[in-house]
């Protein structure tokens, strides 16, 4: 099992940055997949960044692809998400999560475990 706990959320302007953690307890990294998925009011969830199983690539949305970054820091057992260049269509609830599946990076039924969420917030 896993557990994931996310922080580094709150309110920045337009062109700012931030960078989330999540950190995981349980199984390592090598055993699970961590990717990051956002959610605003009224909207359906959606991918964010994400490694590939092995951790070798990765993979972006579109919408945040050159302004976001997906690191790890297996020793800690944490993974972030830089955020540069914020607009207000990021704001949003930042969830990370962790499977065991090698595929579905991009989807949200394909992971196993979810933290709580930290609220990102970008003003205009």
């Known amino acids: 099992q896993v557990q994931l706990v996310e922080s580094g959320g709150g309110l920045v302007q337009a062109g700012g940055s931030l960078r989330l953690s999540c950190a995981a307890s349980?199984?390592?990294?090598?055993?699970?997949?961590l990717g990051w998925f956002r959610q605003a009011p009224g909207k359906e969830r959606e991918f964010v960044a994400a490694f590939s199983a092995t951790g070798a690539s990765t993979y972006y949305a579109d919408s945040v692809k050159g302004r976001f970054t997906i690191s790890r820091d297996n020793a800690q057992n944490t993974v972030y998400l830089r955020m540069n260049s914020l607009k207000p269509e990021d704001t949003a609830v930042y969830y990370c999560?962790?499977?065991?599946?090698?595929?579905?990076?991009?989807?949200?039924?394909?992971?196993?475990?979810w933290g709580q969420g930290t609220q990102v917030t970008v003003s205009s």
């Open positions: 349980g199984r390592t990294f090598t055993s699970y997949a």
């Open positions: 999560a962790a499977r065991s599946r090698t595929t579905g990076p991009t989807i949200a039924g394909a992971y196993d475990y």
